[in-house]
Every structure is written in C-alpha cells, then in structure tokens.
C-alpha cells in the first residue's frame, strides 16, 4: 500500500508548468498566455434584420374630392373676377349667396369621406380664404376709400341726394318754423333769465357756458339739407344742488319764468309717475327713487312746439357704484364742464338761417314736382 508522502507529484502542464486539475488528465492542454500565434474568432452568422411591416396603400383621392376642389376655385376665380370689375352690388345677390351655400356643401361632403378629405381639407382652406364675406369686405372698403359709391347711383338719385330741404316737408312748412337766428335768441334770452332768478333766489354762480351745437339735417334722400339742428349755449351752476326738497324748489323756478313766456309745464322724466319702468329709472337715473337719484332731468317746450329745453342735475352724492363719477370725470376732462350742478340747454330741429333763405327758395324750386316738395 501506497501511502500519501509516496504519491508522485501531478505532471505539470508542458506549457505553462501549471499542473492539471483535479480529474483533468487527458484534457487539452491549456493555450499559452497570450493565445496561439494567428489564432482569430470565426465570427457567428450574425441575425437577419426584420423587413419592416408593409404599409397599406394609400387611398386615392375620390371623385367627389376633385368636384369639392373645382368647385371652390371657380367660384373663388367668380369672385376675383366681380371684385375686380367692381361689381359690388351682385356680391350680394341671390345668385352669388346661393353659388356660395352650394360649394360649401361640396366641401363638408368631401371632408366627412375618407377619399375626399385631403382635397376637401384643400377645398376648405380655399373657401375660407376667398368667400362672399371677405371679398365682399375687400371690395366695399376700396370703393369706400375711392369714392366709389356715387358710381353706383343713378341720375335721379344723385339728384335727390342734393335736396336742400326734408323729404316730405314743403317750403313754406320750412319758411313758417322760426329762423335759426329767432331760435337762438329766444334761448340766450329765457336762459339769462333763469339763470339771473336762480342766482338771485339762491345764490347760485354760473361757469362759462358750453359752445352751442350745429349739426346737419339729413335730407332723408342720402344727403344732407341746408337745414339744422340746434344746440343752445349750455349753462351750469358752479355748486352742486343737494337734497330733495332744494332740487324740487329750483326746478320750480324754472318752471316759473318758462311759464311766464307761456311755456308748456315741465315734466319730470326721472318721475316714477311717469310711468317708467323701475329698472329704466335705475339705468339712466340711477334709481327708482327721486330722493336717491344722482340724475334729474326735467324738459318742457315752447307754446309751438319747435323748441324743447332740458334742465338736467347731477348729484354724486347719490353714486355708490363710481360709475357715475367715471362719467362725469370724462366729460369734465373733455368739456371742462363742472362735475356737479345744474344744466340748462335749449333744443330745436329743422331750421334754416335767414342768410340762406334765398338760396333754399331757389334750390327748391328745383324739386317742386317731388311729393311734398
């Protein structure tokens, strides 16, 4: 029996003179380091790349996405064209609104199939660009801005534009009212002598009047007459006006001197009585309530008719939302009228300065065969 310091020692690896393993005789011999001398890796077939999935193919483009196209461009070209002849007025008509429905059904049908929605999509933004509206736009603000509009009317209507008086109205119905001048001074006359009473009843100051107004009568033809509406000078009190009862006693003053001239008697619109509903009195009164309103407004007329005046107040003491004030800081910064007070101003329409009495009475000869004329 062998014991184990007899054993013979493992033989070594005759390359690297490591010995082997246990259990490792007859293995291969282990490379040396650094490998076999030309040794290479065969490389392994690598994996063979996956083809991409097959795309459908892509639909057509469908019969009615071609009608949708063709119908919107020959209408825009229509629309080019009449924009471009000035034919303004058939934008407008019948046949271009109906042309315009028709070729919008076209491009809604196109858009809601699958074979048509790429053109109709096309057929849409084409429509949207040039239509009855923007061309219709286009065309209206350069024939404004030219002039145009006079190109489209005829004769008789040109004519009719240049009435020097109102349609319907006769001359001497013109030549009967109360010249401009007659108007004017019978306002600078009543308002002096309410101002003078108030002044002297409660010590009222008065800041500079306001300019008066002169704006054109319209002719009811398209034109404007030779006629005016009348503005007076707008008197006002420095000092605002406070409670219910001083408010009433100056209304009532001037209610006095109106009706010593013979005026028709004032009526309070900011009344209740009036018969106004509530929620008016409060829009443009500021309540429903004469004691908590932050504007009166009181009117009457002279024994004729042909002039009103309007004595108005303002009380912002009454203004709890601002929205007053806000209006009257405006007006203030505009006119440079005081914010609070009193204002007297006289109104009339339709009338005719005495310096151009003869030149209306020879233009309105002109216009004698006119209804009412």
Known sequence: ???????????PDAHT??????????????????????????????????????????????LLGW????????????????????????????????????????????????????????????????????????SATRTSAEGGYAGTRTEEERFLEEHPGVKGERLEDTLG??????????????????????????GYTWADPLPEDLRPERNGYGGESMLVRFGSEVSATNEPIRGHDRKLAVMRTIDDVLASHDWWGMIAFNDPDQGLDPSILEKFYGSADPRTQVTWEWYSESPDGLVAVYATMTDLSHDATGVWRTARDADHARTG????????????????????????????????LLPGG
């Open 1 to 11: 029996m062998v014991n184990e310091q007899e054993r013979p020692a493992p033989r």
């Open 17 to 62: 003179g490591a010995r082997y393993v246990v259990k490792s005789d007859g293995a291969p011999p282990l490379p040396p380091p650094g490998g076999y001398r030309g040794a290479r890796r065969v490389p392994a077939p690598g994996a063979a790349p996956i083809p991409p999935p097959p795309r459908a193919p892509r639909p057509r483009p469908g």
């Open 67 to 138: 009608i949708a196209l063709g119908a919107s461009g020959l209408f825009a070209l229509a629309l080019v064209l009449a924009f471009a002849l000035g034919a303004t007025d058939a934008l407008y008509g019948a046949t271009f609104l109906a042309f315009q429905l028709l070729v919008v059904g076209l491009v809604v049908a196109a858009l809601v199939t699958a074979r048509g929605r790429t053109l109709g999509a096309w057929s849409l933004a084409l429509v949207l660009l040039i239509n009855v509206g923007t061309v219709g736009a286009l």
């Open 177 to 202: 009212r109360p010249s401009l001048e007659e108007v004017r001074a019978t306002a600078d006359a009543l308002s002096a002598e309410i101002r003078d009473r108030l002044t002297a009843e409660y």
């Open 337 to 368: 009228e005081p914010l609070e007070g009193l204002q007297i101003m006289f109104y009339a329409e339709r009338l005719l300065s005495e310096a151009d009495e003869d030149e209306f009475e020879r233009r309105m000869s002109e216009y004698e």
